[in-house]
């Protein structure tokens, strides 16, 4: 990112996904120092993270909260830990996990851990940091959702109805917004290299880079763009795949 950010104070939950790190990374050394705080599951690697950010960016303050994302009671928590430390000025919503689809179909239990974290603990994480900024009338939510949520695919279903979830909840929030200085952003990258996608590249596939996926995440955010695909090409590609009658579709091994 070459222009200074204009938030000082960010917020970034899933803070130790790839994409989330690179994110951190751009926004730290993008301009002057500014505060910023890691949420996530797992103390010791969001220790890890922030004292990697705190070397790469020495004037900023970095703080972490663990937290159990899954959980509604544990979200209000730790959004209250978090604004005991600051009032954000933007929040990134960053975590999820690519399930196996077969093991979903098989696995009642799979299936309702895929649809949690990757729609329900989300949209719960986006609905705490709302409430808040809605008392101080401003801020900005960017929420990472997939091209999976555009349309339903044999592949990928259950992942994609819980990022279809994300989208519509985001609509929801940009409306309930609109005219306010809240800004919510929905981030949709397409397969990106990143540990979630190894066995897609092991495979062939030609993935995104995790720091260009970064850089789309932050400009969108910083622009307060309501719908971000990253890389862009996805935004004709994914109007495509909605676009094809069902009778096409159904032909397609996708």
Aim: with cysteine.
């Amino acid at each position: 990112m070459q222009t200074p950010s204009h938030f000082n104070t960010i917020v970034i939950v899933g803070a130790t996904s790839l994409i989330a790190q690179h994110c951190a990374r751009q926004w730290l050394q993008a301009g002057p120092a500014r505060r910023m705080v890691l949420v996530g599951r797992d103390a010791a690697r969001l220790d890890s993270v922030a004292n990697d950010l705190r070397v790469r960016a020495p004037q900023a303050t970095v703080d972490i909260v663990e937290a159990d994302l899954t959980q509604a009671a544990s979200i209000d928590a730790m959004s209250a830990e978090v604004h005991a430390l600051c009032t954000p000025d933007a929040v990134l919503i960053a975590h999820g996990d690519l399930p196996d689809q077969a093991g979903c179909q098989q696995r009642s239990a799979e299936a309702q851990a895929a649809m949690v974290v990757n729609g329900l603990s989300p949209v719960l994480c986006a609905e705490a940091f709302a409430r808040s900024m809605q008392s101080v009338g401003r801020g900005t939510i960017g929420i990472i959702g997939s091209v999976a949520g555009d349309r339903g695919r044999k592949s990928n279903y259950v992942y994609g109805a819980a990022k279809g979830l994300v989208e519509r909840y985001a609509q929801g929030l940009q409306h309930r917004f609109a005219g306010t200085g809240i800004a919510v952003v929905l981030i949709k990258p397409g397969p990106t290299d990143t540990p979630m996608t190894a066995h897609l590249k092991a495979s062939g596939a030609r993935l995104a880079s995790v720091e260009s996926v970064a850089a789309a995440t932050i400009n969108g955010m910083e622009r307060g763009r309501p719908v971000v695909y990253a890389p862009a090409k996805w935004a004709l590609i994914m109007l495509v795949i909605r676009s094809l009658p069902r009778a096409i579709f159904n032909k397609m091994d996708i």
